[in-house]
Each structure stands twice: as C-alpha cells, then as structure tokens.
C-alpha cells in the first residue's frame, strides 16, 4: 500500500507524499511538527495558503518564524510550569513578553529600592532592626529579574593564502552548541 511505498522516497518526497495524504483525510484538527522541513519553497507556499483557509484547529510546532507569522494567530508559550496564552502571530508574541518582562524588571527594581531604602532607614535603630533584617532577607532570596543583552552577531573575514601550511583554521573564544 501507500505507507510501504513511502519508505522508499527521499525526505522531502515522503514529507509531501505524507502530508498529502494526511490532509486529504479532512482531519477535525492537525497536529504539525516542523512541517517546514524538507519541504520546498513552492510546497511552502501551498501550505501556507491551505492553513490560512483551513477551517477546523491545528497545533504548529516550528523554528520557521516567517511561516509561524502567516499562518498563527494564537501563541502558547510554556516557561517555568507555567502556559500563557498570547493572540496574534510570533513577532506580536515576542513583543508582549518582551513588554511584560520589562513591566516586571521595573517594578521589582522599584521594590528593591524600597526595601533597600527602609534597610538603610532602620538597621541601626533598636526599635526596627527586626522589620529591617526582615526585608534583608527577603532581598537576599529575591529572584532579580535581568533583562536580555543584545546578543554580538558574529563577523567573519576570511583572508586568501596561497597554500594552507600547518594551520588550517584558527580561532579566539569560540563555543559551538546549541
């Protein structure tokens, strides 16, 4: 039958062949992880457009984020045993929790303050050196917020040699991984 056949094609075949055969079963919802992958750019575009008309839900995982913004409209995101829901595309979800993080960042820097300010005030005093030592610890314990760098893109220049020698490549505080 088909699903034997399929074992024989290449990556991106069977992703076609797959996906085709999937969505000409008219499933009451689609559950598509990177879906991109392996699929060309034409096959892109037809999928785009049959996710931009399908009616019924679909559950899209994908590191394609120009695919992610035409076709989602709804974003769950899962951090710390927590899921948040975030209407519109990727680049509109970026935003909001970039936004919150900052709203957050800017009130727990307003408390630090405070509290700093009524430690300063009261430690020395008998009367409210417990209440100050109270809000001691609680700055000690306290998660601070940071908020993210811009990450240095990497620059490459790549000079011509003649002949190779000993040393092929050379590189200064290199990490590869991911």
Request: hydrophobic content about 40%; glycine content about 4%; overall charge negative.
């Amino acid at each position: 039958g088909l699903d034997r056949d399929v074992t024989d094609l290449s990556g991106g075949q069977r992703t076609k062949v797959l996906l085709g055969k999937l969505l000409l079963e008219k499933p009451d919802i689609l559950l598509l992880d990177e879906p991109t992958n392996y699929l060309d750019v034409q096959h892109i575009e037809w999928l785009k457009r049959y996710l931009q008309e399908y009616e019924n839900a679909f559950i899209l995982i994908s590191h394609d984020v120009p695919f992610l913004n035409s076709v989602v409209n709804i974003i769950y995101h899962m951090e710390n045993q927590r899921l948040d829901r975030y209407v519109g595309d990727y680049d509109k979800f970026l935003e909001a929790k970039k936004a919150q993080l900052e709203a957050a960042y800017k009130r727990q820097q307003q408390e630090i303050a405070q509290l700093q300010d009524f430690v300063a005030r009261n430690k020395a005093r008998v009367s409210t050196r417990n209440m100050a030592m109270s809000r001691q610890k609680k700055l000690d314990k306290m998660d601070v917020i940071e908020l993210a760098k811009e990450k240095p893109k990497p620059e490459f220049n790549f000079l011509e040699a003649r002949a190779s020698g000993k040393c092929i490549f050379e590189t200064e505080d290199l990490v590869i991984g991911y």
